[in-house]
């Protein structure tokens, strides 16, 4: 009995293990094996990611995720993706992670393995100066634009459905450009907006006449991965500590930003 008890033991361990190493995640291996990690991004979205006088796809986020691909040993591809299908994109394995100003909210720690917050941020209204917008209730029949796909759009779907209910329209752009530039012509009344994103935009464009009038929520950037890719998402943490911690992290944030504004832990 003892003998068939061992043996039938022995199986179930052996049986156990098997199905451990089917289910193990290969998602770093995967990348170190193809030599490339791709992350997907919208490359209009200064200072984060964005196409400089040369075509070239540029920005904070893009010197933090070549720093990581070195550390990786592997080549770095910036992909731009349509931002409103940014799920569906890293689902098909068209990219390795979403890694572009992208917010952190609850859902998409539901369907995606986020890391840590890297940047805090601020969800601000810009208005036109003079407008005598400054307070949420004086948008009431007015017009708020936002991007397609943004954390901006969701909280206008969500946390402040009941604000968009009192607006004339909510109307989307595919990108915060063309969205400023209406504000300026009179085709909307606000924009809601990334506070990083706008004030590069607007110190782009020369826009004097704009302004961020209303904060309406606070802000994190961190970066999406597929949900079953923990290693990867764990790696590229580990990473960013390192990075953090020998200064290249404050090097990077102070060429866009002026200072070292991240949040990665230093240990």
Known sequence: MKKIFA????????????A???????????????????????????????????????????????AVCEKLGVEFIA??????????????GNIDCIWNGMSITPEREESMSMTFAYLNNAMVLYTKIGSGITTTDELAGKVV??????????????????LAATLKEVIGFDEYLTALMDLQAGGCDAVLIDLVVGDYKVNGMGATDLEPSITLADDNYGIGFRKEDVALRDKVQEILVDLKQDGTLGEISTKWFGSDITVVPAN
């Open 7 to 18: 043996a039938v033991l022995a199986m179930m361990l052996l049986m156990t293990g098997m």
């Open 79 to 92: 992909q731009p993706i349509a931002w409103d299908s940014k799920e569906l994109e890293l689902a098909s």
């Open 20 to 66: 451990m190493a089917e289910t193990t995640d290969a998602s770093v291996q995967n990348i170190l094996d193809k030599k490339t990690f791709i992350l997907g991004l919208d490359d209009s979205f200064p200072p984060m990611g964005f196409r400089d006088e040369n075509n070239d796809i540029v920005g904070f986020d893009i010197d933090i995720a070549t």
């Open 145 to 162: 634009a936002v991007q397609n796909g943004s954390y901006a759009e969701d909280l206008m779907n969500g946390d402040y459905a009941e």
